[in-house]
């Protein structure tokens, strides 16, 4: 099979045919195109690639079946163990195939060959939902769950506004105000003996996420972590952003035939999503208002929201939907798993100390952006954790072209499940892979003889925000607020856990914490 693929950006355009590869480009060596055609003569079938059977999927998922108990991680595993690094899960109930792939050559053909549009597949409930709402109000815009075209125009909008770091920054006193309420809500909940927090602590660090989130989404904090009490209308909008995600997975990996009969899971998803959209849609006009009446601050600067909304106002109003819907639970996932790192690499924990204190010596004194610039230890140790605890399986992509991958004729437009974050822990690409040891992500390793990420690395392996055209457009925000939350977590306190970690947590499309989070947080004496 060919390693290197085309490029993005590069001025070929290709497409393959049943019976051989037709290669368009102003010069292209004729041996290439000789290459690829026998690549795709030769290739096995779609129909011969190994999987379970429609039946084996169907009685595995029903009530008592073998797959009912198994997380999606577990499941992935499994039919790994059967079938090899890559195999066919059939669609049910008219729901499309899945190929799934354990091979990093793979994603490398998927992702170079995904063309100007690529195609995400995976968020079917919610497209269906947004297709049958009976007011048209997705209608012509389906926010960056669209594809082709729209997508293109949506996206073109979004990319200068969340995914360049200035505008990232102007957030920092926002979410260093949000976090400085979570470390005395840390403060106010913990057991005055123990100084362990309740083991539902999750919510609050969901709460914390959601503010965050909040503050660049609607443009305005909502209270949850102050006095969640006072704040009704958040606390429906927290709730079902809760129970959205609980139904998700279901709707999504399972099988239903809510496409056709409005199922019981689908009604509990349709109702927590007209709720998001009624309390996001009075937030985002009262600040479109508000915003109306007095744009930008002194120094010229515009939020978020009224920079799209400048450009799309009902694309405004639906990516702040989209932000929440996205960015809430992931990003608990990985403070989550943060915190577990800190807790149980104490001697780490204090190596991250003194370099934040080094910058910033007060608990009070508030980052600029030139500091979070010169942490790099901060940032190799986050970067760790989501090696160790990744958030999700990998990704999700339409095939851009027919191609061959391990040595199968795979149609255009198939699913692709890239099971990228189940290789963090192989020894093959992390050497003491099972070590917590943010110095592998430095670029002065303390011990230079030793490799601790492995040699000719592909970039396809470790893609905690995905690629291309389609990564995760609120990247700069996310990566903002866990510096943030980490920072001010290790320069206020001293972090433990004195709990088995063994599965702490339970795989759907994200990775969902499962053990009770009672963190010890002890004071740091200054």
Known sequence: MLRQSVKLGQNVAYRWSSSAAV????????????????EWKTAKSFEELPGPSRWQLFRGFMKGGEYTKMDMRNLMVYFRELYGDTFLLPGLFGMPNNL????????????????????RPGNEVFVHYREKRADGFFKDCMGLLAEGEQWARLRSIANPVLMQHRNAALYLQSM?????QFVQRIREIRDKETQEVPDNFLKEINHLTFESIAVVALDRELGLIRNPVQSPKAQKLFNSLQNLMQNFYELTMMP????????????????????????????????????????????????VLEQLARKDRKFAIVMGIDLLMGGVDTTSSALTGIMLNLAKNPEKQAKLREEILTKLPHPTDEFTFSDMKALPYLRAFIKESLRVYPVAFGNLRATGADMVLDGYRIPKHTRLLMNSNLLLNEERFYPRAKEFLPERWLRQQPNESENLVADNMSPFVYLPFGFGPRMCVGKRI????????????????????????ENAFKSSFISLPVIPLKFKFTDIKF
Do not use: H
């Not at 007209?274 to 515009?302: H, Q, T, W």
């Open 478 to 501: 996310v990566d903002m607020e866990m510096e943030i939350t980490v920072a001010n977590l290790v320069r206020n306190f001293q972090v433990e856990y004195k709990y088995p970690t």
């Open 256 to 303: 239903s035939i809510y496409k056709y009969v409005p199922t019981p899971t689908y009604r509990r998803f349709s109702r927590a999503m007209d709720d998001i959209f009624e309390v996001c849609s009075f937030y985002i006009n009262e600040a479109l208002e508000r915003i109306d009446k007095k744009p930008a601050d002194a120094a010229g600067n515009m939020s």
């Open 176 to 180: 260093q105000r949000v976090n400085q």
């Open 23 to 38: 290669i368009k480009s102003n010069a292209v060596d004729s041996s290439y195109v000789q290459q690829l055609q026998a």
């Open 100 to 119: 799934v792939t354990f091979n990093v050559d793979n994603f490398e053909k998927a992702f170079r060959t995904e063309g100007q549009w690529p195609v």
